[in-house]
Nanobody, 125 residues
Framework: QLQLVESGGGLVQRGASLRLSCTAS????????IGWFRQAPGKEREGVSC????????EYGEPVKGRFTISRDNAKNTVYLQMDNLKPEDTGIYYC??????????????????WGQGTQVTVSS
């Protein structure tokens, strides 16, 4: 069973950058679509970005297009989310999930499983 662990969150100022990591164990994440989702207090979970199995496709939610970049390092069995020019609206708990053998990923949270525990991102001012 694939297991995922998120890391890299923190408290930063508007305009700063963070790189989140989604590190897998129990299997190669290269053969799963990996999706990043976030949830702010009192709001529903929102799709941020996804990368398909073997990286055939990527998707980004409209609020983060041009600012966030998803990538994969198979040597480290990790998917990264580079977040630049962070805004207070980006604040939330960021989760990653996996969807087996999905080579055309979509930002539909119900398609994903093996969720990690989340990592908190807080952007001030």
């Amino acid at each position: 069973q694939l297991q995922l662990v998120e890391s890299g969150g923190g408290l930063v100022q508007r305009g700063a950058s963070l790189r989140l990591s989604c590190t897998a164990s129990g299997g190669s994440q290269d053969y799963y679509a990996i999706g990043w989702f976030r949830q702010a207090p009192g709001k529903e979970r929102e799709g941020v970005s996804c990368i398909s199995a073997i990286s055939e496709t990527t998707e980004y939610g409209e609020p983060v297009k041009g600012r966030f970049t998803i990538s994969r390092d198979n040597a480290k069995n990790t998917v990264y989310l580079q977040m630049d020019n962070l805004k207070p609206e980006d604040t939330g708990i960021y989760y990653c999930g996996a969807r087996p053998q999905d080579r055309v990923c979509k930002l539909w949270s119900w398609e994903y499983a093996s969720w990690g525990q989340g990592t908190q991102v807080t952007v001030s001012s």
